[in-house]
């Protein structure tokens, strides 16, 4: 995949608590837009950040949720996100200190 079209795979890389727990096992979260695929993502990954990816690509799809605010009704968008697992003694560095 090159580099210019690695936008249209991964959003952004996903920053919580428990993605944070999952570094120490070489597992990274990234928000990936909703067509994208599995392979898609690892080779996004790999060419972006230069790092070798293994294993599969584990994906999770966080359903909308209903909102209401005053009487009007409405969702708050859903999004998929992926799990990546890379290479021991890689890293990626997610948040910038």
């Known amino acids: 995949i090159k580099f210019n079209e690695v ?3 991964l959003a ?3 920053v919580t608590e428990k993605s944070t727990d999952l ?5 990274y979260v ?3 837009f909703p067509r994208a695929a599995k392979f898609e993502i ?3 990954v790999e060419g972006l950040y230069g790092v070798e990816v293994l294993g599969g690509v584990r994906i999770i799809n966080i359903p909308r949720k209903k909102r209401r ?3 009007t009704m409405g969702f708050k968008g859903g999004c998929k996100k992926a799990i990546v697992r890379i290479k021991e003694g890689q890293k990626i560095e997610v948040l910038s200190r």
């Open 12 to 14: 952004k890389p996903h």
């Open 7 to 9: 936008w249209k795979i």
């Open 30 to 32: 990234f928000e990936v």
């Open 42 to 44: 690892k080779k996004a």
């Open 69 to 71: 605010v005053g009487r």
């Open 23 to 27: 570094l120490e096992k070489n597992q």
